[in-house]
């Protein structure tokens, strides 16, 4: 599977935010980067999203929500908890939005572990100009901004909690 490849050929970072660019958006599914090549995909068709709370300590790296689709097509979605349903949902609902957007593009958990495993600044990865899935995580963010409005969460409290962990 690409994961073993992305591991197995070590890429570079900075190689991997080039997946987006040298195709029209309508070719991008078809295609994922192996080593630095591009190679036809084989698209796995999506069957089950599953969103678990999880302990912060628990996540596979620095993050409040996480995603992985399995060979069958199943998505796992493991969010932080912050002790909070509404809270713990909007960023299931964000990683929902960016696992589905993402899979369509061809843009693999392998890519964007490895670039937020990399990321050294402050904030989250996927704000950061560069990233790989940045336009994939502004609409789920979109997404989520308008769910906290309608479950009348306050979004600065929400962040400092996100923040907090
Ligand atoms: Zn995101």
């Known amino acids: 599977m690409l994961k073993k490849h992305c591991k197995k050929n070590k890429i570079p970072v900075k190689n991997l935010k080039i997946a ?4 029209g958006m309508g070719d991008l599914p078809r295609y994922d980067l192996v080593g630095n090549q591009f190679v036809e995909r084989k698209s796995i068709s999506i069957k089950s999203i599953r969103i678990q709370v999880i302990p912060h300590k628990s996540q596979r790296y620095e993050t409040v929500g996480d995603w992985m ?9 493991k969010v932080s908890d912050m002790k909070n349903w509404k809270y713990n949902m909007l960023v299931g609902l964000h990683e929902m939005i ?4 993402c899979h369509d593009r061809g843009i693999t958990d392998c890519i964007v572990t490895n670039f937020d495993k990399a990321f050294k600044g402050k904030g989250e990865p ?3 100009p560069n990233a ?3 336009e994939e995580h502004n609409f789920a963010t ?3 901004r308008t769910m906290a409005a309608m479950l009348k969460v306050k979004w600065k ?4 909690a996100v923040n907090a962990l």
């Open 20 to 23: 987006k660019f040298p195709f």
């Open 69 to 77: 689709i399995d060979k069958r097509g199943a998505i796992t979605i």
């Open 98 to 101: 960016e696992v589905l957007l």
């Open 126 to 128: 996927g704000d950061e």
């Open 132 to 134: 790989p899935y940045q």
């Open 142 to 144: 979109g997404i989520e």
């Open 157 to 160: 409290e929400y962040d400092d």
